[in-house]
């Protein structure tokens, strides 16, 4: 399953087990403001890094300039990316 976190609120219910996920197997892609949660000294940031397949979008990153502040164990992607995770993990759910 592919999980697609839109903001840092999902990340705290993720935390809490709030959302039917299972972190060893699933996927997930952070976009629009969850992206902060890859800077270093970020509240969340030590979840993410808990997470087995996490990626986070390329040009949310960009576009919110925090590119330089993001750590370097995060993997970024592209659209393209975007779109073959989609066609790869079924069901897909955004959050």
């Given at each position: 399953?592919?999980?697609?976190?839109?903001?840092?609120?999902?990340?705290?219910?993720?935390?809490?087990?709030?959302?039917?996920?299972?972190?060893?197997?699933?996927?997930?892609?952070?976009?629009?403001?969850?992206?902060?949660?890859?800077?270093?000294?970020?509240?969340?940031?030590?979840?993410?890094?808990s997470l087995k397949q996490c990626y986070?979008?390329?040009?949310?990153?960009?576009?919110?300039?925090?590119?330089?502040l993001i750590d370097n164990k995060i993997?970024?992607?592209?659209?393209?990316?975007?779109?073959?995770?989609?066609?790869?993990?079924?069901?897909?759910?955004?959050?």
């Amino acid at each position: 399953m592919l999980h697609i976190l839109t903001k840092t609120d999902n990340l705290h219910a993720l935390y809490k087990q709030e959302l039917p996920v299972n972190v060893d197997s699933d996927v997930f892609l952070l976009t629009q403001d969850c992206v902060y949660a890859g800077i270093l000294d970020h509240k969340d940031h030590l979840l993410i890094l808990s997470l087995k397949q996490c990626y986070f979008l390329q040009e949310d990153v960009d576009a919110r300039g925090v590119k330089g502040l993001i750590d370097n164990k995060i993997q970024l992607v592209t659209y393209a990316s975007f779109v073959s995770l989609t066609q790869e993990y079924s069901p897909v759910v955004t959050w």
